[in-house]
T-cell receptor, first 111, second 112 residues
Framework: NAGVMQNPRHLVRRRGQEARLRCSPMKGHSHVYWYRQLPEEGLKFMVY????????ESGMPKERFSAEFPKEGPSILRIQQVVRGDSAAYFCASSLSFEQYFGPGTRLTVT | AQSVAQPEDQVNVAEGNPLTVKCTYSVSGNPYLFWYVQYPNRGLQFLLKYITGDNLVKGSYGFEAEFNKSQTSFHLKKPSALVSDSALYFC??????????FGKGNQVVVIP
């Protein structure tokens, strides 16, 4: 049983470009979570999704960030018009209930 | 509101010595508690969890954690640390609707 998959593992974008981060949950898991990790700041919750629904987006910045988990295909975290402050590691996790399993992360660098 | 505190930024320990990483929590109702470990450039890996039952929980790689309700703590322990245990450790608490709140993490450095 494959674990949580994320791609790309590394992503470089220039300021103003769009970043798309993909997450495929573990087989059978219907809950997906996105987190952002910055040095010295720990792991910050961004959004929690189930298939075709956003359950909790209280950690998402109000502008430029969006997330989806369509009926078919991976979950997507989209960052429009990236700025240098968006540079971070973004982790996806999936679960059946409350025990979360994490992917390897996408390291976004904005130049 | 739910929260997790990991008071120390970094824990240094000599190889072979006991390792303790501290965690205190605040949550409504009965706590479900977790420890995860993160190695450099990797995602978080599940170590152990407390849901109910024995206050001493055993997990992966020789780690264990002790739940203390009166002190609202869930400290992670290992009797004899290895250099390979050097990593970032996160404590987390479940707060309903399939969500976890994480502490800021503790860097553990095991000195050979």
């Amino acid at each position: 049983n494959a674990g949580v998959m994320q791609n790309p593992r590394h992503l470089v974008r220039r300021r103003g470009q769009e970043a798309r981060l993909r997450c495929s949950p573990m087989k059978g898991h219907s809950h997906v979570y996105w987190y952002r990790q910055l040095p010295e700041e720990g792991l910050k919750f961004m959004v929690y999704l189930q298939k075709e629904n956003i359950i909790d987006e209280s950690g998402m910045p109000k502008e430029r960030f969006s997330a989806e988990f369509p009926k078919e295909g991976p979950s997507i975290l989209r960052i429009q018009q990236v700025v240098r402050g968006d540079s971070a590691a973004y982790f996806c996790a999936s679960s059946l209930s409350f025990e979360q399993y994490f992917g390897p992360g996408t390291r976004l660098t904005v130049t | 509101a739910q929260s997790v505190a990991q008071p120390e930024d970094q824990v240094n320990v000599a190889e072979g010595n006991p390792l303790t990483v501290k965690c205190t929590y605040s949550v409504s109702g009965n706590p479900y508690l977790f420890w995860y470990v993160q190695y450099p450039n990797r995602g978080l890996q599940f170590l152990l969890k407390y849901i109910t039952g024995d206050n001493l929980v055993k997990g992966s790689y020789g780690f264990e954690a002790e739940f203390n309700k009166s002190q609202t703590s869930f400290h992670l322990k290992k009797p004899s640390a290895l250099v390979s245990d050097s990593a970032l450790y996160f404590c987390a608490v479940y707060y309903g609707n399939n969500r976890l709140a994480f502490g800021k993490g503790n860097q553990v450095v095991v000195i050979p």
